[in-house]
């Protein structure tokens, strides 16, 4: 039996956290009565070799989320059918993978390549200029994404702009512009 919500390839399910995002930003959008909003997603680039440790120890907690998640899908795949179709079996099955898969999937460049993909599939522009008519663009900075978010915020005064990295929550010269951390991927949640 195929877990109740897999997807079948990487670009399945990059596909469908990206229709996430671009809901989410249509609904805020909406909500802030302006259609019209710069709206730019901004992705880390490669890690900074002062980071080296920070990285390893993340590597060993992602792979310690993945053994909790397969062993979690293992014990869940081992219940009898009819226990694995109640909702409500689903529905806690489902929390606590999304909490493992929160700590084990990592931007590496083969998901961010794909998130621009389909970004572009879906109208964004790739890159961020002033006096650019895109409403919606996407972003890979070249290191870390705090200073490429303060920048665009700097640049485009009445914009929205989303990063994965939460490492900078607080934005300090972001005066004119909404910058985001976005709890990404299981259900993107602004901050």
């Not at 907690?61 to 409500?88: C, D, G, H, I, M």
């Not at 200029?129 to 005064?157: H, M, W, Y």
């Not at 914009?159 to 993107?188: E, M, N, Q, T």
Request: with cysteine; hydrophobic share 40%.
């Amino acid at each position: 039996m195929q877990l109740p919500f897999a997807c079948t390839t990487l670009r399945a399910v990059i596909s469908e956290l990206c229709k996430e995002i671009l809901d989410m930003v249509s609904l805020l959008r909406t909500k802030a009565s302006c259609e019209e909003v710069h709206v730019c997603l901004v992705l880390d680039g490669d890690p900074l070799y002062a980071k080296r440790a920070a990285h390893r120890s993340r590597s060993q907690k992602s792979r310690s989320s993945l053994k909790a998640a397969r062993k979690l899908a293992a014990r869940f795949l081992t219940k009898p059918v009819n226990v694995r179709q109640r909702p409500e079996e689903i529905a806690k099955f489902k929390r606590k993978f999304c909490a493992y898969a929160a700590g084990w999937v990592r931007w590496f460049p083969d998901i961010k390549r794909l998130v621009e993909e389909e970004m572009s599939f879906h109208g964004a522009t790739k890159g961020c200029q002033p006096g650019q008519p895109s409403v919606f663009s996407i972003v890979t900075a070249v290191l870390e994404a705090d200073p490429k978010c303060v920048d665009l915020a700097n640049r485009f005064p009445r914009s929205i702009i989303f990063s994965c990295d939460g490492d900078l929550l607080v934005y300090p010269y972001a005066d004119s512009a909404v910058v985001c951390w976005s709890c990404l991927p299981c259900r993107p949640t602004a901050h």
